[in-house]
């Protein structure tokens, strides 16, 4: 895996998915803010699937 997120988006990914994990775990939105699982786990492996599909990447130097 090649990495594709800048540290401005791995921030943000971490920032919101964390927001939306302790939003569900509260029950303010529901389960489906689990999803910011997934958000957090790009961050932390500075990976998006996603991006690699659509050939995309925020960082410059990568």
Request: a positive charge.
């Amino acid at each position: 895996m090649t990495r594709n997120l800048a540290r401005w988006d791995r921030i943000a990914r971490l920032a919101l998915g964390a927001l939306l994990i302790v939003l569900a775990a509260t029950g303010t939105i529901g389960a489906w803010g689990f999803i910011g699982a997934i958000l957090v786990g790009t961050a932390f492996v500075n990976f998006c699937p996603i991006y690699r599909i659509f050939g995309l990447r925020t960082c410059k130097d990568c």
